[in-house]
């Protein structure tokens, strides 16, 4: 039986990847740097510093420490401009969370900042909704590795569950992703996988090996997580 959600953060509860990468090419035009949206979903899974070095490295330019700060100050700054009139939330996620906080415990798994989860968690009014935050700091290596999952997981296992028990096993734990690198990270660690396709295509969600895939959370109940992942 399913007993804790994680949900990815860019992608799944925020809809913001146009933005991100709005915000990027913008930012490294100024460095003299093409970012195309091939290039940027391609690289879907990376945090921000090896998203910035994957970036200069593929245009075959240097990058120091200096530069690298700079760049990542100027697009958060900018992102933060961009989301500030009104948080991009998909639709219906905000209620399922909500929902789900009542009989599930619920986790957030994100290759995105600390501060930048908090910042839209705090201005949505979420924050008390989960009990665990994996973010870029905690891990030192991107999805697809399991790290960041097995990581969540472990912390899972410190918190009470709705159930009253510790000890999840990984069958117990459902992870949200909308991106193959963050279904191939879950399913590493043993987790069960909803993707959903704000980002990539279905068949691209099921080539990762997605147990089942949606077009939106919008219609998701906790029911019907118990119907379509304890029942099969």
Not at 135 to 151: F, I
Not at 155 to 163: D, I, M, R
Not at 183 to 188: L, V, W
Request: hydrophobic share 45%.
């Amino acid at each position: 039986m399913i007993e804790a959600i994680l949900f990815d953060f860019n992608g799944v509860i925020i809809d913001d990847e146009p933005l991100q990468l709005k915000a990027y090419q913008d930012v490294l035009r100024g460095e003299g740097i093409t970012l195309t949206e091939q290039d940027y979903f391609e690289a879907l899974g990376m945090d921000d510093s090896t998203f910035v070095r994957f970036a200069y490295a593929r245009a075959g330019q240097t990058l120091d420490e200096e530069m690298l700060a700079r760049v990542l100050e100027q697009k958060t700054a900018l992102h933060r401009e961009m989301i500030a009139d009104e948080l991009p939330l998909f639709s219906g996620v905000e209620t399922f969370i909500k929902a789900a906080a009542r009989r599930f415990t619920l986790g957030i798994v994100s290759m995105a900042g600390r501060d930048d989860i908090n910042h839209v968690l705090e201005h949505a009014g979420l924050c008390k909704q989960f009990s665990v935050i994996v973010s870029a700091e905690d891990v030192t290596v991107c999805k697809p590795d399991p790290a960041c999952y097995r990581r969540a997981f472990n912390l899972l296992n410190e918190v009470p569950h709705h159930a009253g028990q510790f000890n999840l096993v990984p069958r117990e734990c459902l992870v949200i992703e909308d991106s193959p690198p963050g279904i191939q990270s879950a399913r590493a660690a043993g987790l069960r996988t909803l993707g959903i396709t704000n980002t990539v295509p279905e068949h691209a969600l099921r080539a990762a090996g997605a147990d089942v895939v949606t077009n939106s959370l919008f219609d998701w109940t906790t029911d019907a997580v118990y119907h379509v992942f304890d029942r099969r």
